[in-house]
């Protein structure tokens, strides 16, 4: 009887040791429909991570890191570098996708989680695509992401930004116009009644 309760015990502490010692580290997803998660999206985006940025953290499995922006789809993005949201166990194979010349179309929705926008159903949101082909995913997400690249009309940051400077400038070209004709108006008629004034 007390050989089999110190088999026992042993037995107990060595499972207890191998589960404790047993990290998870991926979190799943239920996979959505693209359309989904093109609908619940806030923000479309294309660009990369920058995994050398300090991370933010979130109250859950997200971190935000910088994300250079190349090209805006949807939402008002007017920043070349915005922070996005990435599971912090995707972090190792988004690197090295990333390094292998890949970036991501992200579609981005806000969370009371975080702070910053966070992808759609985590993975659903992270588009791979390399050399403009969409990756990493079955046939028919393939398709339907590949179809929205070709039907949305590029927007990039930097046209955006120049669009909303030209704007600025227009405006503050008609100020400075309206203004100068106001003062050379006030001098001519100044002048006009001094002269009248010495007659």
Not at 23 to 48: C, F, H, M, Y
């Amino acid at each position: 009887m007390r050989k089999s309760c110190n088999i026992l015990l042993f037995a107990s502490f060595f499972i207890s040791i191998m589960i404790t010692s047993i990290t998870v580290s991926a979190t799943s997803w239920v996979e959505l429909k693209p359309q989904e998660v093109v609908d619940r999206a806030e923000v479309i985006i294309t660009g990369k991570y920058d995994f050398t940025s300090k991370p933010k953290h979130s109250g859950f499995v997200f971190q935000g890191l910088e994300f250079n922006v190349k090209n805006v789809y949807k939402g008002d993005i007017s920043e070349q570098i915005i922070t996005a949201g990435i599971d912090y166990n995707d972090v190792g194979w988004a690197e090295e996708f990333q390094n292998e010349e890949g970036e991501f179309l992200l579609f981005l929705e806000k969370s009371k989680d975080a702070d910053f926008l966070i992808p759609v159903g985590g993975t659903n949101g992270m588009i791979q695509v390399h050399k403009e082909k969409v990756e990493g995913t079955n046939d028919e997400r393939r398709t339907f992401f590949e179809d929205f690249l070709k039907l949305q009309p590029e927007k990039t940051v930097e046209t955006k930004f120049n669009t909303d400077n030209n704007s600025r400038n227009n405006k503050s070209s008609v100020f400075l116009y309206v203004s100068t004709s106001v003062l050379v108006g006030m001098a001519v008629i100044f002048l006009l009644y001094r002269y009248k004034r010495k007659k």
